[in-house]
C-alpha cells in the first residue's frame, strides 16, 4: 500500500515516503540551517525512523556537527546535489528531519512555528505562528 506522503530529490533517483503527518514543523532561522539550506531559513520537519522508508537511491550523507555541539548526518542525492533529510540526529533520537521542499506534495505540511528568530533577517516578515528566539521547550 502507498504511503500518504511521497518525497524526491530534484532529479528523482532518490524517492522516499511515509505516512506520519507531523506535529513539529519549523521554519528554522538558525546559522546551521541557513548555510545547509542557502537561503533565509530552513523548513524541516521530524518523521519517526519507523515510518521513513528510502525507495530509490543511496544518499550521500555530510555527517555535521551543528553549534549546539550535537552530530546529525545531512542527505544528500550524489547525482544532483539536493539535500532531502537528516538523520542519525544526536538531539533528535529516533526521528529522521525531511525538508518541505523535497515533497511531492509540500502544499500538505504547514509550519507550525519559526525558531531561531533572533537570527531572522531584518527584510524577512514574520509569519503569523508562534515565534520562538532560540529552540522551542
Known amino acids: ?26 521554519v528554522c532561522h538558525c546559522l546551521d540551517c541557513k548555510k545547509a539550506s542557502g537561503g533565509e531559513a530552513a523548513v524541516f520537519f521530524g518523521v519517526p525512523e519507523i515510518d521513513f522508508t528510502l525507495l530509490t537511491g543511496e544518499p550521500k550523507a555530510f555527517h555535521y556537527v551543528a553549534q549546539s555541539g550535537k552530530g546529525l548526518d545531512r542527505n544528500f542525492c550524489p547525482e544532483c546535489g539536493a539535500r532531502v533529510f537528516s538523520s542519525n540526529l544526536e538531539s533528535f533520537p529516533g526521528l529522521v528531519f525531511v525538508t518541505v521542499g523535497s515533497l511531492d506534495k509540500p502544499e500538505d505540511i504547514e509550519p507550525k512555528l519559526e525558531m531561531f528568530t533572533k537570527r531572522r533577517l531584518d527584510w524577512a516578515t514574520p509569519l503569523d505562528l508562534p515565534q520562538f528566539e532560540n529552540m522551542p521547550r
Not at 2 to 26: I, L
Request: aromatic share 12%; glycine share 4%.
Open 1 to 26: 500500500m502507498a504511503k500518504k506522503h511521497t518525497a524526491r530529490c530534484a532529479c528523482g533517483s532518490v524517492t522516499f515516503e511515509f505516512d506520519s503527518d507531523p506535529d513539529f514543523v519549523a
